[in-house]
């Protein structure tokens, strides 16, 4: 059993990709991700700049619903004019609302329209849940023990050396790991054009030559870090129940 992220999936194609490329640091729900995509789409449908930016003051009305801040900064986040990214700069200094993550993807799309239009060149815009820094994403793994117990002083050292030696070697950060019964979860910087599910194999591999204390089911996603609970019920829901659904066959 594999969890795949859409990510993974054009790796191929992000091989065509050119190097300017721009990552979305901030996680960020990759819902409220669509849905601003979904209006930035449909306000770009007979804008009008001069009407937006006589509105843009709106923005910093309490009186305004949100609903329509929202649109404001769409709108803002389209018109490729130096004076709408600093209005919207300016409200992003000023917003402590639950706006700050819309206003942070209308800040980038504002910033990247500008700079497209300035040089003449357009950069790749790529944004995730989980958020990232220059050329890498920010991934959450999780790797399943044989035995649903937890891991031994032994075991979770070389785990912790595996993990570092196979992040090393693809130029990818370790930034978290936590152990717990039946699993160890972690996060990772990596590259976008690394062979993400060749670097968990190797991990696997590695301690399994050792140990022999690992499954060769994972999970990887740039989508959402999940809970310990989750992971939990992944175990027990989904592998050990197919586990047994095999047996009893």
């Known amino acids: 059993m594999e969890f795949e992220s859409f990510y993974e999936k054009i790796q191929d194609a992000l091989h065509q990709v050119p190097d300017n490329i721009r990552i979305l640091e901030k996680k960020i729900d990759i819902e409220l991700q669509k849905e601003y ?18 509105q843009a003051e709106n923005l910093f009305a309490d009186t305004t619903p949100v609903d329509q801040k929202q649109k404001l900064l769409v709108q803002l986040a389209s018109l490729e004019r130096i004076d709408a990214l600093r209005l919207i700069e300016r409200f992003k200094e000023e917003n402590k609302t639950v706006l700050t993550d819309w206003t942070e993807l209308a800040f980038q799309e504002s910033r990247i329209r500008l700079e497209s239009s300035l040089l003449g ?22 790797l399943f023990a044989l035995e649903d117990q937890p891991f031994t002083d032994w075991q979770k050292e070389l785990l912790k050396k595996e993990i570092l030696f196979a992040l090393n070697h693809y130029d990818s950060e370790l930034e978290s790991i936590e152990f717990h019964t039946g699993f160890v979860a972690l996060t990772a910087m990596i590259p976008i054009r690394e062979p993400l599910r060749n670097i968990f194999r190797d991990i696997i591999m590695e ?6 204390f690992l499954r060769t089911d994972m999970l990887i996603t740039n989508v959402k870090q999940f809970s310990p609970d989750e992971l939990r019920d992944i175990l027990e829901n989904k592998i050990l129940k197919e586990e047994d659904d095999e047996q009893a066959d």
């Open 207 to 212: 301690c399994n030559q050792i140990g022999g």
């Open 121 to 142: 060149e357009r950069p790749v815009f790529i944004s995730s849940g989980l958020g990232g820094r220059g050329h890498k994403f920010r991934y959450f793994g999780a």
């Open 37 to 54: 995509f979904r209006q930035s789409r449909e306000a770009k449908e007979g804008l009008d700049a001069t009407e937006v930016l006589d």
